[in-house]
Nanobody, 126 residues
Framework: VQLVESGGGSVQAGGSLRLSCTAR????????MSWFRQLPGKEREGVAG???????TYYGDSVKGRFTISQENEQRLYLQMDNLKPEDTATYYC??????????????????????WGQGTQVTVS
């Protein structure tokens, strides 16, 4: 599967952005889907994820109550980011992991398990 992110940009603190990830094939039947973010020189941090089927969600502690992950039509993944803070500045990546490789919802935030990554989209909050 190929993943393509869009929707990044620059916003003032307190503002909102919505990131989109488009898959080149239907994903829900085979993959769990997540968003990660990364700063230069830092490890990728799990932001939010969806456990398929069923759609149970995971959120990193730093974004709970501010970010919302959703999926649509088996080929679109979204990340609605509200009340953005300067510390949310990072490159955001959409990622997919085959369901057989991740069988515990608690592991959605483990970047090392994911095998498919988008190219990333920059989010800057000032």
């Amino acid at each position: 599967v190929q993943l393509v992110e869009s929707g990044g940009g620059s916003v003032q603190a307190g503002g909102s952005l919505r990131l989109s990830c488009t898959a080149r094939e239907h994903t829900y039947s085979r993959y769990h889907m997540s968003w990660f973010r990364q700063l230069p020189g830092k490890e990728r941090e799990g932001v939010a994820g969806i456990y398929n089927p069923g759609g149970s969600t995971y959120y990193g502690d730093s974004v709970k109550g501010r970010f919302t992950i959703s999926q649509e039509n088996e080929q679109r993944l979204y990340l609605q980011m509200d009340n953005l803070k300067p510390e949310d500045t990072a490159t955001y990546y959409c990622a997919a992991v085959e369901r057989r490789r991740l069988t515990n919802k608690q592991d959605l935030g483990r970047a090392e398990l994911y095998t498919v990554w988008g190219q990333g989209t920059q989010v800057t909050v000032s």
